[in-house]
T-cell receptor, first 113, second 114 residues
Framework: AQSVTQLDSQVPVFEEAPVELRCNYS??????LFWYVQYPNQGLQLLLK??????LVKGINGFEAEFNKSQTSFHLRKPSVHISDTAEYFC???????????FGTGTRLQVFP | DADVTQTPRNRITKTGKRIMLECSQT?????MYWYRQDPGLGLRLIYY???????NKGEISDGYSVSRQAQAKFSLSLESAIPNQTALYFC?????????????FGQGTRLTVV
């Protein structure tokens, strides 16, 4: 069975600072990996996804993530955050044959001026 | 108009009452999902449906039932609501013709059971 661990429940950061949100997964088979963002009082929307190919994936709003198979990680990064990036971020995994998304517990990113 | 619409957006109900949450989509997707979100627990899958005749239990289906009335409609029922079912509920859809395409989420239904 797959599982996803997001080690940080909250990440406070000042505006224009870099940020990394950590995600580790466990699975006995190949998986696909996703990052979703949830802005206050809204549903989730896709930031980026890794299916295959290049391990560095670029997403919307300047975010990127790197798939590391040996460390079973898919950390999300942004070199310079904005106030508008304040949101909850979810890492998710799916097995190629099931299409069910398994979510982590989420990381709340709080950007301060 | 939103591609994935959930109704109601907010609901307060009493313990023991039956309640239905509805989801409709205009994306033409065949796959639909119900998740609940609880603080510190992320999103957990309740039920999912890969087409009108295919319904599957997720991680936490006890106390819930679903109905796929049409390709575009997928409703979630709580037969006898209890306080620990207080949560934010999300419906989502995806397209099986595109392997592992993104899931599209509704705005959520905030349910409070008192």
């Amino acid at each position: 069975a797959q599982s996803v661990t997001q080690l940080d429940s909250q990440v406070p950061v000042f505006e224009e600072a870099p940020v990394e949100l950590r995600c580790n997964y466990s699975s006995s088979v190949s998986v696909y990996l996703f990052w979703y963002v949830q802005y206050p009082n809204q549903g989730l929307q896709l930031l980026l996804k890794y299916l295959s190919g290049s391990t560095l994936v670029k997403g919307i709003n300047g975010f990127e993530a790197e798939f590391n198979k040996s460390q079973t990680s898919f950390h999300l990064r942004k070199p310079s955050v904005h106030i508008s990036d304040t949101a909850e971020y979810f890492c998710a995994v799916s097995h190629y044959n099931t299409d069910k998304l398994i979510f982590g517990t989420g990381t709340r990113l709080q950007v301060f001026p | 108009d939103a591609d994935v619409t959930q109704t109601p957006r907010n609901r307060i109900t009493k313990t023991g009452k039956r309640i239905m949450l509805e989801c409709s989509q205009t994306k033409g997707h065949d796959r639909m999902y119900w998740y609940r979100q609880d603080p510190g627990l992320g999103l957990r899958l309740i039920y999912y449906s890969f087409d009108v005749k295919d319904i599957n239990k997720g991680e936490i289906s006890d106390g819930y039932s679903v109905s796929r009335q049409a390709q575009a409609k997928f409703s979630l029922s709580l037969e006898s609501a209890i306080p620990n079912q207080t949560a934010l509920y999300f419906c989502a859809t995806s397209d099986s013709s595109i392997m592992n395409t993104e899931a599209f989420f509704g705005q959520g239904t905030r349910l409070t059971v008192v």
